[in-house]
């Protein structure tokens, strides 16, 4: 299992135009990547942050998903939205 937490901060008034561009890369990614296992999208209070929280089964699921036409896509059409993203990786230590 490796999970993948990612944090947006997005610029201001631009929220409405990223979560639906999100929530496409983040159905197409469970439906067309068999190494996605889990892909949640969270909005909080602060209209400006929005988090994922994705499991792969491994490492190479994830960079497959990174190499991926919709994420590349995704990441081209919301660059001109994002202030700063935080990725972290997280490896499961035991079973």
């Given at each position: 299992?490796?999970?993948?937490?990612?944090?947006?901060?997005?610029?201001?008034?631009?929220?409405?135009?990223f979560?639906?561009?999100?929530?496409?890369?983040?159905?197409?990614?469970?439906?067309?990547?068999?190494?996605?296992?889990?892909?949640?999208?969270?909005?909080g209070d602060?209209?400006?942050?929005?988090?994922?929280?994705?499991?792969?089964?491994?490492?190479?699921?994830?960079?497959?998903?990174?190499?991926?036409?919709?994420?590349?896509?995704?990441?081209?059409?919301?660059?001109?939205?994002?202030?700063?993203?935080?990725?972290?990786?997280?490896?499961?230590?035991?079973?």
């Open positions: 299992m490796y999970a993948v937490t990612v944090t947006f901060e997005l610029k201001p008034g631009t929220r409405e135009r979560l639906p561009l999100m929530l496409d890369n983040a159905r197409k990614s469970l439906s067309d990547e068999p190494g996605c296992l889990q892909f949640d999208v969270c909005a602060d209209p400006a942050i929005v988090f994922l929280y994705e499991i792969y089964s491994n490492a190479d699921a994830f960079r497959i998903h990174l190499d991926s036409p919709h994420f590349k896509t995704f990441d081209l059409a919301v660059s001109d939205m994002v202030v700063r993203k935080q990725v972290n990786t997280f490896s499961e230590v035991m079973r």
